[in-house]
């Protein structure tokens, strides 16, 4: 069973817009693990309540492969954030993420628009 409900929305406040969709949603990812293959994700907390999930993580990368219509640089990001999760019958339908976008983009060399 796939991890995401063909009508899943993901919704990274710092990114912008919701993504819906499984399939926009498994697009967008791929194109952030093929800017960033090493991406690493450290579990910090988790907790439980009913169909909704909420984690804290920490993690980073290095920029090697195209991104924001940018090339690679090489440059490492470090970047903490939340995230929550309604799950229902194994399978996420909804998702929000939290996490400092300028200071990510400030890591790479992006300016902040």
Not at 19 to 37: E, K, L, M, N, S
Not at 45 to 72: C, K, L, N, Y
């Amino acid at each position: 069973m796939p991890l995401y409900h063909p009508e899943a929305t993901n919704h990274q406040v710092a990114a912008g817009d919701p993504v819906v969709g499984r399939d926009a949603i498994i697009r967008d990812a791929r194109g952030f693990f093929t800017a960033f293959p090493d991406s690493t994700t450290t579990l910090e907390a988790m907790h439980q309540d009913g169909e909704w999930v909420m984690i804290e993580w920490s993690g980073g990368a290095t920029w090697q492969g195209e991104f924001a219509g940018r090339p690679p640089n090489g440059k490492t990001f470090q970047l903490r954030g939340c995230g929550f999760f309604h799950i229902v019958d194994d399978q996420i339908r909804f998702q929000r993420g939290y996490w400092d976008r300028a200071g990510w983009f400030l890591q790479l060399g992006i300016a902040v628009e």
